[in-house]
């Protein structure tokens, strides 16, 4: 099993910046792809972004993209999404989550392991 545990959440108005973290154990980080997903009360799980396992490939959202990276440390089993910019429209419980494959990289049946999640919320 890969424990996922999700940190950094909280409230911030429009316009501000959060980094959400997420810390990985119980086996070889490097050989998963990872992945930020997001839901939205009342809405299906929604893909954010996802970076490659030695960190030099990362895709987005449309919705996301030019606001949030997606970084990840190997040495230290994290990875990390910096948002910037952040809108109402961007509150939800943000997941991390861990994927063998290379395949579907948006799809959160792609993804084996999960995060509990953490809250984000943003003000206008």
């Known amino acids: 099993q890969l424990q996922l545990v999700e940190s950094g959440g909280g409230l911030v108005q429009a316009g501000g910046s959060l980094r959400l973290s997420c810390l990985a154990s119980?086996?070889?980080?490097?050989?998963?792809?990872m992945g930020w997903f997001r839901q939205a009360p009342g809405k299906e799980r929604e893909f954010v972004a996802t970076?490659?396992?030695?960190?030099?490939?990362?895709f987005y959202s449309l919705s996301v993209k030019g606001r949030f990276t997606m970084s990840r440390d190997n040495a230290k089993n994290t990875v990390d999404l910096q948002m910037n910019s952040l809108k109402p429209e961007d509150t939800a419980i943000y997941y991390c989550?861990?994927?063998?494959?290379?395949?579907?990289?948006?799809?959160?049946?792609?993804?084996?392991?999960w995060g509990q999640g953490t809250q984000v919320t943003v003000s206008s």
């Open positions: 119980g086996r070889t980080f490097t050989n998963y792809g």
């Open positions: 970076i490659s396992r030695d960190g030099s490939t990362t």
């Open positions: 989550a861990a994927r063998s494959g290379i395949l579907k990289m948006t799809m959160p049946t792609s993804y084996t392991y």
